[in-house]
């Protein structure tokens, strides 16, 4: 599913502002906020601000959107400071990948030496 927003999407609430974030910034098409559970010192999410459920719901028209948001990955781990010690980018897609929030989301994880591979 895919389209501008969806009505009971949690991160769709938090694009418009109808539940609460540490939002850390945003732009037109993307938006950064703090993990409400954060599993390093650094955890920040990065969202499209239309919802698409997950990588395997993305459309070939949104290739450049995806670019972007690795790009404001980048971006949340250089201000929050972990652009030189390093950052783990991760996206979850479907179930055995424990993705909980059906509205496609990077991780952005660091500020502590990471485990690999991952659990
Ligand atoms: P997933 O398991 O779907 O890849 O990750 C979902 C992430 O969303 C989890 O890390 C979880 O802590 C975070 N999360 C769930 N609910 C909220 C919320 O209401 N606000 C924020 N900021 N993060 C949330
Ligand atoms: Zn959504």
């Not at 920040?44 to 601000?49: A, D, E, G, T, W």
């Not at 790009?71 to 996206?91: H, M, P, S």
Request: hydrophobic letters at 40%.
């Amino acid at each position: 599913m895919s389209g501008p927003q969806a009505a009971g999407c949690l991160f769709c609430r938090i694009v418009r502002r109808e539940t609460p974030a540490k939002i850390l910034f945003e732009d037109e098409r993307v938006l950064a906020f703090e993990d409400i559970r954060p599993q390093a010192p650094v955890h920040v999410l990065v969202i499209p601000k239309a919802h698409v459920a997950s990588l395997n719901d993305a459309s070939e028209g949104s290739q450049a959107l995806l670019g972007e948001l690795l790009f404001a990955a980048r971006r949340a781990a250089l201000e929050k400071g972990i652009g030189e010690t390093g950052y783990r980018v991760v996206l979850n897609t479907g179930r055995d990948s424990g993705q909980a929030v059906s509205h496609i989301h990077f991780h952005v994880l660091g500020g502590r030496r990471l485990q690999w591979p991952p659990g």
